[in-house]
């Protein structure tokens, strides 16, 4: 199984790539969604959340203003959410490389994949990128965005140049949907030529 990983800043088009990808019938493991499922109502991390920070969950999941707050510009603080949330990311992580360990490719959907060193455990990385314009343009039409915190999302991440100069594929998505689409099934006929399938 050749594990590949799946990357790129916000407002890049990751998540209509990850679709096209599932279209594809390539398992994708979406660690925002997984995190998500985690942190909403019944979430199994919510005990411990409150724990931590109380006051930051109810019984529709944790309440993402709040719990931001109390994390953001404060280092202490993220790493202590980081200690409840990433072991449960990659418990369910692991389940699901063992559901498709039959598959040839799996994808390991990681927003902040280079941030956190991700990809040294993976067989190769697709980078999603489009024109700086586009992305700013995508991101700002946004409900709640603002360009000051579009401005501190991409403090927070590994600039895209960077990205692309380290992926092994990338995928552009400031052309049409159709075009990137294409992109797509060549890359998993290439991916699946790799694995031997």
């Known amino acids: 199984m050749k594990r590949i990983g799946l990357t790129g800043s916000i407002g890049m088009g990751k998540s209509a790539v990850a679709?096209?990808?599932?279209?594809?019938?390539?398992?994708?493991?979406?660690?925002?969604?997984?995190?998500?499922?985690?942190?909403g109502p019944g979430g199994s991390l919510l005990p411990a959340i409150e724990a931590r920070f109380?006051?930051?969950?109810?019984?529709?999941?944790?309440?993402r203003?709040?719990?931001?707050?109390?994390?953001?510009?404060?280092?202490?603080?993220?790493?202590?959410?980081?200690?409840?949330?990433?072991?449960?990311?990659?418990?369910s992580q692991k389940r699901f490389l063992r559901r498709n360990r039959s598959r040839p490719v799996v994808v390991l959907d990681i927003p902040l994949l280079y941030e956190s060193h991700g990809e040294r455990k993976l067989d190769g990385v697709?980078?999603?990128?489009?024109?700086?314009?586009?992305?700013?343009?995508?991101?700002?039409?946004?409900?709640?965005?603002?360009?000051?915190?579009?401005?501190?999302?991409?403090?927070?991440?590994?600039?895209?140049?960077?990205?692309?100069?380290?992926?092994?594929?990338?995928v552009d998505t400031g052309t049409t949907f159709d075009r990137t689409r294409e992109q797509v099934r060549r890359l998993v006929t290439c991916l699946r030529r790799k694995a031997g399938r």
Not at 71 to 80: D, K, N, S, T
Not at 138 to 166: E, S
């Open 54 to 63: 109380p006051g930051t969950t109810g019984p529709d999941g944790v309440d």
């Open 126 to 170: 697709i980078v999603v990128s489009a024109p700086a314009w586009k992305q700013r343009a995508r991101v700002l039409a946004r409900p709640g965005m603002t360009v000051a915190k579009f401005n501190r999302i991409k403090r927070l991440q590994v600039p895209d140049a960077v990205k692309r100069r380290r992926a092994d594929y990338i």
């Open 65 to 91: 203003a709040r719990l931001g707050a109390a994390v953001f510009g404060h280092p202490e603080e993220l790493r202590a959410l980081e200690s409840i949330v990433h072991p449960a990311v990659r418990a």
């Open 19 to 39: 679709a096209m990808l599932r279209q594809e019938g390539v398992p994708v493991f979406d660690a925002d969604a997984e995190v998500r499922r985690l942190q």
